[in-house]
T-cell receptor, first 114, second 112 residues
Framework: NAGVMQNPRHLVRRRGQEARLRCSPM?????VYWYRQLPEEGLKFMVY????????ESGMPKERFSAEFPKEGPSILRIQQVVRGDSAAYFC????????????FGQGTRLTVV | QQQVKQSPQSLIVQKGGISIINCAYE??????FPWYQQFPGKGPALLIA?????SEKKEGRFTISFNKSAKQFSLHIMDSQPGDSATYFC???????????FGAGTTVTVRA
């Protein structure tokens, strides 16, 4: 049973470009969470999604960031017009039931904005 | 504000020694306290977790101690090994809450 798969592992974007980060949850998991980790900091919650629904996006910046989890396919975290401050590691986690507490993390996407 | 405070930021321990990492929380609604281990370039992996109905939980060389009245919990790594060198994060969450609040992390270096 494959774990949470994230791609790409590393992504370099120039300022002003768009970044798309993908997350395929563990088989059978329908709850997805995105966290952001800045250097020397812990993970910060961004958004919680279930299939086709955004449940809580309270941790997401109100501009330029969006997330989706379509009925088919991976969850996508999209960052438009990236700025240097968006450089971070973005982690996706998934869980079987409604509870972020028993979530399993992917290996992350390291975004570098140049 | 940071809901979970973790210390120290880093520590160095000799092989065979004990590593101790402390965390404190404010939100009394938290009732799930996991520890995650993260190696460079990897995602966090759940190491061990505790709920407030017990004061201690042990899994192999890893022990969580929990003090509900003080709102503190700690991770002890006994007989530390070089392979334990990693960053450790404490976290807290609620049974009815999907979000985990993470500490800032502790980088542990075990010297052979």
């Amino acid at each position: 049973n494959a774990g949470v798969m994230q791609n790409p592992r590393h992504l370099v974007r120039r300022r002003g470009q768009e970044a798309r980060l993908r997350c395929s949850p563990m088989k059978g998991h329908s709850h997805v969470y995105w966290y952001r980790q800045l250097p020397e900091e812990g993970l910060k919650f961004m958004v919680y999604l279930q299939k086709e629904n955004i449940i809580d996006e309270s941790g997401m910046p109100k501009e330029r960031f969006s997330a989706e989890f379509p009925k088919e396919g991976p969850s996508i975290l999209r960052i438009q017009q990236v700025v240097r401050g968006d450089s971070a590691a973005y982690f996706c986690a998934s869980s079987l039931e409604y509870s972020g507490t028993e979530a399993f993390f992917g290996q992350g996407t390291r975004l570098t904005v140049v | 504000q940071q809901q979970v405070k973790q210390s120290p930021q880093s520590l160095i321990v000799q092989k065979g020694g004990i590593s101790i990492i402390n965390c404190a929380y404010e939100n009394t609604a938290f009732d799930y306290f996991p520890w995650y281990q993260q190696f460079p370039g990897k995602g966090p992996a759940l190491l061990i977790a505790i709920r407030p109905d017990v004061s201690e939980k042990k899994e192999g060389r890893f022990t969580i101690s929990f003090n509900k009245s003080a709102k503190q919990f700690s991770l002890h790594i006994m007989d530390s090994q070089p392979g334990d060198s990693a960053t450790y994060f404490c976290a807290a969450g609620g049974s009815n809450d999907y979000k985990l609040s993470f500490g800032a992390g502790t980088t542990v270096t075990v010297r052979a």
